[in-house]
């Protein structure tokens, strides 16, 4: 069925939660007035529709292919690239100095989400440029960033992110890859890298690889490591992509879900003959690996959202066609399924959720954009709201993308409706660039005992204060509440006892998150001119959301309060029994 872009939902949240006019009201973001704003979230929209939403079933059903000579991506998707390049679709969010359009990050957050609702595997593509631009952009010397910057901007060339190796998952500390000086301030660079999302293709004039590696003597675990800039082609004199820098595609996964993005094993240097530059100073490798993820991780939030909205479409279109059974208590004739009240439950969590995480992570967006201006607090409530933003909002992409399998009934199983392809793109996104799991941990670990004017917690419990300011649901309060409840007691207990409460209390805080939200966006409807259809929409999507998912949040304060102690019961052999 055909994808419509979320841009009137886009443009609702940027004005009643980011607060997009303060943003423009600076001289560094003067260029994101209204107009502005509104030709960039519908001609996105025009591009999503027209460009990449078409090939969405055969990147899944054909999918990217290894060959000797380097990954072949499906027909259409080589054209529809450069289409991306020529519209200027990723100069959105780059400063002016490099190329770009110098709007804000939110503003190219909201592209982004177009494009990814539209084809989910292919704007993985444009999604990880923008986090190698971030890395370059504060880490690159000046002569890097000239060189490689405005190709990165424009898409011409294309960035990766080069952390994971066969024995280094989560744990980035046990990466074995060398750089060895080569006596010229470049190194030469060896080792395997695996799960590297869009290593490799055929799309671009070059690919800008972004690798961590030891150099010799380097202190073992993360503080040995540093961050190495490597082409795919060597850039010549006039700084245009030359030889083949030895890097080798070895092979491609064969996965459940993103077929139209290659994930790649990656081997550097077979030959001895693979030249990086060092990016930032040695042994500084963490600083610029976080960089790149924590704008990696605002975007895979982004990510549930992208396919919790395209499920979302589907399944409403479904359910308005589907003919089945006469209405409860009606004796009548059969009718459309979303007649029937179970239906309707799913598809309004279904819209829900979705508005919700599209709210939570497009929050911590902005507040990317706030701490470029320097405003106070603004980088302290991004870094808390980022493992709620990429934990929560790929639950709730993988809880959708299961909804709208659910409505189809058994027509959702059979790939032919394409329905399936959701949950099987979704079902990665809570697993990489740091599982759920570890966005917990760090919620927890780091995150809870962020200071404020000295005081630890005064990060969260500002948040929390903000928040129960504005809530006026009783059970939005209560929620909050208990939030606060837990986050005091997480404080003063063990790290067993944190980690082992960290899951369901980021559950808890992100669905009051956005509760607060949802009910000030549904304010905000009820006292703003516009589509009445939409707002009529937004009220009342709202409302379910407050009564009806914010009070399931509160049956995880039980487990949130809960020592370790149980989790431990049974000894590793136990489990087998």
């Not at 929209?45 to 939403?53: I, N």
């Not at 959105?92 to 110098?102: D, F, K, P, T, Y």
């Not at 659910?406 to 399936?420: F, L, N, P, R, S």
Request: glycine letters at 12%; aromatic letters at 6%; proline letters at 5%.
């Amino acid at each position: 069925m055909p994808f419509t872009a979320a841009t009137a939902d886009q443009r609702f949240v940027l004005d009643h939660v980011v607060r997009v006019r303060e943003l423009a009201a600076s001289d560094r973001f003067a260029a994101a007035s209204d107009d502005v704003v509104d030709a960039v979230l519908e001609g996105a929209g025009a591009f999503a529709e027209g460009e990449w939403a078409p090939l969405s079933r055969v990147g899944d059903t054909v999918g990217a292919k290894w060959t000797p000579n380097g990954v072949v991506m499906p027909a259409g998707f080589a054209a529809a690239y450069q289409a991306y390049v020529e519209g200027g679709w990723g100069t959105i969010g780059v400063g002016e100095a490099h190329g770009g359009q110098g709007l804000p990050f939110i503003i190219q957050t909201a592209v982004l989400e177009t494009l990814g609702a539209a084809n989910m595997g292919f704007a993985l593509c444009p999604t990880l440029t923008v986090g190698a631009i971030e890395a370059l952009s504060h880490h690159g010397s000046p002569e890097q960033q000239a060189r490689y910057l405005p190709h990165l901007a424009t898409g011409a060339w294309t960035g990766t992110m080069n952390l994971t190796e066969p024995q280094a998952g989560s744990d980035v500390g046990a990466v074995r890859s060398k750089a060895e000086p080569r006596g010229d301030g470049t190194w030469s660079i060896t080792g395997q890298k695996i799960y590297i999302s869009f290593g490799d293709h055929d799309m671009a004039e070059n690919i800008v690889h972004l690798v961590l590696a030891r150099t010799p003597d380097a202190p073992p675990g993360t503080k040995g490591l540093s961050l190495f800039l490597v082409p795919k082609y060597r850039l010549d004199a006039e700084g245009r992509p030359g030889v083949l820098n030895d890097v080798r595609v070895v092979s491609i996964e064969h996965k459940l879900g993103l077929h139209a993005s290659p994930t790649c094993v990656l081997s550097f240097g077979d030959n001895g003959d693979c030249v990086g530059e060092l990016i930032g100073p040695e042994l500084g490798g963490m600083r610029g690996m976080f960089t790149m993820m924590n704008n990696a991780r605002l975007n895979v939030g982004l990510q549930g959202v992208q396919i919790a909205e395209r499920a979302t479409q589907h399944a409403v279109a479904y359910a308005r066609e589907r003919m089945q059974s006469a209405r409860p208590g009606s004796g009548g004739a059969p009718v459309a399924i979303i007649e029937h009240p179970d239906v309707r439950r799913m598809l309004m969590r279904m819209k829900a959720q979705t508005q919700a995480a599209r709210a939570l992570v497009y929050l911590a967006a902005g507040q990317v954009d706030r701490a470029t201006l320097g405003e106070a607090g603004a980088q302290a409530r991004l870094d808390l709201l980022t493992p709620l933003a990429k934990a929560h909002g790929t639950d709730i992409g993988c809880e959708v993308s299961s909804l709208a399998i659910q409505i189809h009934g058994g027509m959702g199983y059979v790939e032919e409706t394409g329905v399936a392809q959701f949950f099987r793109d979704a079902r990665i996104t809570p697993i990489y660039e740091g599982t759920n799991g570890i966005q917990a941990a760090d919620l927890v670990g780091r995150k809870l005992s962020m200071g404020s004017d000295g005081v630890g917690g005064g990060v969260m419990f500002g948040l929390i204060a903000d928040m129960r300011a504005d809530a006026r649901d009783a059970g939005l309060r209560a929620l909050i509440d208990a939030c606060e409840v837990v986050a005091r007691r997480l404080l003063g207990v063990d790290a067993d006892d944190r980690l082992a409460a960290s899951y369901p209390f980021l559950t808890m805080l992100a669905t009051a998150v956005c509760g607060w939200l949802m009910e000030a966006q549904g304010r905000a409807a009820a006292a703003t001119a516009g589509d009445p259809a939409f707002l009529h929409m937004k009220r009342a999507v709202a409302d379910f959301y407050v009564t009806q998912i914010v009070p399931e949040a509160m049956g995880l304060k039980a487990a949130a309060m809960a020592p370790a102690a149980p989790l431990y019961a049974l000894s590793p052999e136990a489990f087998a029994a």
